[in-house]
């Protein structure tokens, strides 16, 4: 019993329930499953808002499910749900309410935080986005020796560069082509270096996008351009106000920056940085495909928090979603989960889940601080299909690693795509249910056999199969159904990190390592002794400067 007064996890019936099924089950394959059951394709679907959804390739039967809804019912999953979406402080250790779901919500909808609704305050910025969109879009807005903008450059990392950067090439087909886009997030130099690379200062509009305002890459980075700036245009500080803009929660340190508090579009400390593209942040979004179309992605959003919301829990996706993914991770020892998207749009997207997913639930201690004693949060990796069929796929089929994958596609190509491109998108789409189909169903060794294979031979062409994924379809790519899937993920993690009791939305992992780099950087620069550097440390500090001559 923990000091909230729930069982540990793995002490409770449900989780010895679903131990012992899983012995029960051994290792019966898909196959198997399939034969059983001629009715098992159709009723393991899924139909949410735009999305289709098969998990029938998956090592579950009914039983399985209900075993893992119950298993949720005990975890207290719909209870922390509805906290979130009351405006509870459910990320207790930074003591704040996770309320990324009001980010999207209809200006009709009432969404309290400490008593006051954040909803009309979310809406006069979204319409504050909307009007320096217009406006820039248009020519109004214009650089400060009256240039229009041409060029749009996104300083910032995390949460603050990767959903905007995901989000603008998933909707590559809705973005204007007046106006150029780049993302730098790196503090090497190089990133920087590369994406002003031709510009023109006086045509150039930074975004410098940060929560918290401190971050040491976006800040070094956004010093830099403001230098590049002013110098190209061999003007002073008045310059920058035509020229920068700032999307924060931290009003004093844009004003320190030099950025007029005016051309700052503020966001809260209930949105996570991994949670906020869909805040202030996405305005480079914004900008690239216009606010309307925003809109429509907000209303996708929406949507999937509905059914989240509502849906009884048979029928609700991201529950399943993560339900499934608890199956594997702590029942199945898998380590890792890959995400496989069929679209060169979705080149982004698994960076982004990366984030989202790792940065969420990669905690090894629960909500009261004990150790926990299950698996947690997996590594997220993946990247756009057909690509990885030719470089990863062949651990996925032969390998000796559990690695359960989604598959996501688009009935439909991107509208502007010239006929004959467009025309490759049924072959896309075939290596997309091929593969979902190998990695199921596999190739007997008898099949081999049967195909004239010598005896030696066939061992190395038998695919086991067995290996579970989720099918996700959509009719296309539009920002609803960008938004739709997001939101999906979103709530997946969230149903995880409740089940395994861990704080899903603090990252103090990552602060460990931005202090010693603070402390480490004055012994390069200056060989100043930097007191309490382990002696690997120390040497390769020592090394890194007699290779810089210093
Ligand atoms: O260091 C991790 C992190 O805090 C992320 O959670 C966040 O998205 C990123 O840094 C950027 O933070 P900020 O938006 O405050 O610059």
Same mark, same amino acid.
């Given at each position: 019993?923990? +000091?909230?007064?729930?069982?540990?996890?793995?002490?409770? /019936?449900?989780?010895?329930?679903?131990?012992?099924?899983?012995?029960?089950?051994?290792?019966?394959?898909?196959?198997?499953?399939?034969?059983?059951? /001629?009715?098992?394709?159709?009723?393991?679907?899924?139909?949410?808002?735009?999305?289709?959804?098969?998990?029938?390739?998956?090592?579950? @039967?009914?039983?399985?499910?209900?075993?893992?809804?119950?298993?949720?019912?005990?975890?207290?999953?719909?209870?922390?749900?509805?906290?979130?979406?009351?405006?509870?402080?459910?990320?207790?250790? !930074?003591?704040?309410?996770?309320?990324?779901?009001?980010?999207?919500? /209809?200006?009709?909808? #009432?969404?309290?935080?400490?008593?006051?609704?954040?909803?009309?305050?979310?809406?006069?910025?979204?319409?504050?986005?909307?009007?320096?969109?217009?406006?820039?879009?248009?020519?109004?807005?214009?650089?400060?020796?009256?240039?229009?903008?041409?060029?749009?450059?996104?300083?910032?990392?995390?949460?603050?560069?990767?959903?905007?950067?995901?989000?603008?090439?998933?909707?590559?087909?809705? @973005?204007?082509?007046?106006?150029?886009?780049?993302?730098?997030?790196?503090?090497? $130099?190089?990133? *920087?270096?590369? +994406?002003?690379?031709?510009?023109? %200062?006086?045509?150039?509009?930074?975004?410098?996008?940060?929560?918290?305002?401190?971050?040491?890459?976006?800040?070094?980075?956004?010093?830099?351009?403001?230098?590049?700036?002013?110098?190209?245009?061999?003007?002073?500080?008045?310059?920058?106000?035509?020229?920068? #803009?700032?999307?924060?929660?931290?009003?004093?340190?844009? &004003?320190?920056? $030099?950025?007029?508090?005016?051309?700052?579009?503020?966001?809260?400390?209930? #949105?996570?940085?991994?949670?906020?593209?869909?805040?202030?942040?996405?305005?480079?979004?914004?900008?690239?495909? $216009?606010?309307?179309?925003?809109?429509?992605?907000?209303?996708?959003?929406?949507?999937?928090?509905?059914?989240?919301?509502?849906?009884?829990?048979?029928?609700?996706?991201?529950? *399943?979603?993560? *339900?499934?993914?608890?199956?594997?991770?702590?029942?199945?020892?898998?380590?890792?989960?890959?995400?496989?998207?069929?679209?060169?749009?979705?080149?982004?997207?698994? +960076?982004?889940?990366?984030?989202?997913?790792?940065?969420?639930?990669?905690?090894?201690?629960?909500?009261?601080?004990?150790?926990?004693?299950?698996? @947690?949060?997996?590594?997220?990796?993946?990247?756009?299909?057909?690509?990885?069929?030719?470089?990863?796929?062949?651990?996925?089929?032969?390998?000796? =690693?559990?690695?359960?994958?989604?598959?996501?596609?688009? &009935?439909?190509?991107?509208?502007?795509? /010239?006929?004959?491109?467009?025309?490759?998108?049924?072959?896309?789409?075939?290596?997309?249910?091929?593969?979902?189909?190998?990695?199921?169903?596999?190739?007997?060794?008898?099949?081999?056999?049967?195909?004239?294979?010598?005896?030696?031979?066939?061992?190395?062409?038998?695919?086991?199969?067995?290996? %579970?994924?989720?099918?996700?379809?959509?009719?296309?790519?539009? %920002?609803?159904?960008?938004?739709? *899937?997001?939101?999906?993920?979103?709530? =997946?993690?969230?149903?995880?990190?409740? #089940?395994?009791?861990?704080?899903?939305?603090?990252?103090? $992992?990552? !602060?460990?390592?931005?202090?010693?780099?603070?402390?480490?950087? %004055?012994?390069?620069?200056?060989?100043?002794?930097?007191?309490?550097?382990?002696?690997?440390?120390?040497?390769?500090?020592?090394?890194?400067?007699?290779?810089?001559?210093?």
């Amino acid at each position: 019993m923990n +000091a909230e007064g729930r069982s540990r996890l793995d002490q409770l /019936p449900e989780w010895q329930a679903l131990s012992t099924h899983r012995q029960e089950l051994h290792d019966v394959h898909l196959r198997e499953l399939f034969a059983a059951d /001629p009715g098992r394709a159709e009723r393991y679907t899924l139909d949410v808002g735009d999305l289709h959804l098969d998990y029938s390739k998956h090592l579950v @039967t009914d039983e399985t499910l209900r075993l893992l809804r119950e298993l949720a019912a005990a975890t207290g999953v719909a209870e922390l749900r509805d906290a979130m979406f009351r405006g509870q402080r459910i990320n207790i250790t !930074e003591d704040r309410a996770v309320l990324h779901t009001a980010l999207r919500a /209809p200006h009709s909808a #009432v969404m309290p935080v400490d008593g006051e609704d954040v909803i009309p305050e979310v809406h006069a910025v979204l319409t504050k986005m909307g009007t320096f969109v217009d406006r820039v879009r248009c020519g109004d807005w214009t650089g400060h020796t009256g240039k229009r903008i041409r060029t749009v450059v996104n300083i910032g990392i995390g949460g603050s560069d990767l959903g905007p950067a995901m989000a603008y090439e998933a909707l590559r087909a809705y @973005t204007t082509r007046e106006l150029d886009f780049r993302f730098v997030s790196n503090v090497d $130099g190089a990133d *920087l270096h590369e +994406a002003l690379r031709g510009l023109d %200062p006086a045509e150039t509009l930074f975004i410098v996008a940060s929560k918290t305002f401190t971050t040491i890459e976006t800040i070094t980075n956004a010093t830099s351009a403001r230098n590049w700036l002013l110098s190209g245009l061999g003007a002073g500080g008045e310059a920058v106000a035509q020229h920068f #803009v700032a999307l924060s929660t931290n009003a004093e340190k844009v &004003a320190e920056f $030099g950025i007029d508090p005016q051309n700052m579009f503020e966001f809260w400390d209930w #949105v996570g940085g991994r949670y906020s593209y869909d805040s202030a942040i996405g305005l480079s979004l914004m900008l690239a495909i $216009g606010s309307d179309h925003f809109r429509e992605m907000l209303a996708g959003f929406h949507e999937m928090d509905e059914h989240f919301r509502t849906a009884p829990p048979e029928e609700n996706a991201p529950l *399943l979603l993560g *339900l499934l993914g608890i199956w594997y991770n702590n029942f199945h020892d898998a380590q890792s989960h890959a995400v496989l998207p069929y679209s060169h749009y979705l080149s982004k997207f698994t +960076a982004y889940l990366q984030q989202l997913d790792m940065e969420s639930n990669g905690k090894s201690v629960d909500r009261q601080g004990e150790p926990v004693r299950w698996q @947690t949060g997996p590594v997220v990796w993946g990247t756009p299909g057909t690509n990885g069929q030719h470089a990863y796929y062949q651990l996925l089929h032969q390998g000796t =690693k559990v690695v359960p994958a989604d598959l996501i596609g688009f &009935a439909k190509p991107v509208e502007d795509l /010239p006929p004959d491109l467009a025309g490759q998108h049924d072959l896309l789409m075939a290596n997309l249910f091929a593969q979902g189909q190998a990695l199921a169903f596999g190739k007997t060794p008898e099949e081999v056999s049967a195909e004239g294979v010598s005896a030696e031979l066939v061992p190395h062409r038998t695919f086991r199969g067995n290996h %579970p994924t989720t099918t996700i379809l959509a009719k296309e790519l539009s %920002p609803s159904v960008l938004g739709q *899937l997001i939101a999906l993920y979103e709530h =997946k993690v969230f149903v995880q990190g409740a #089940v395994w009791d861990i704080d899903s939305f603090d990252q103090w $992992g990552v !602060e460990l390592g931005k202090v010693l780099a603070k402390r480490v950087e %004055p012994a390069l620069t200056e060989g100043v002794e930097v007191a309490g550097l382990d002696a690997s440390t120390a040497g390769l500090v020592a090394t890194y400067r007699a290779m810089r001559g210093r």
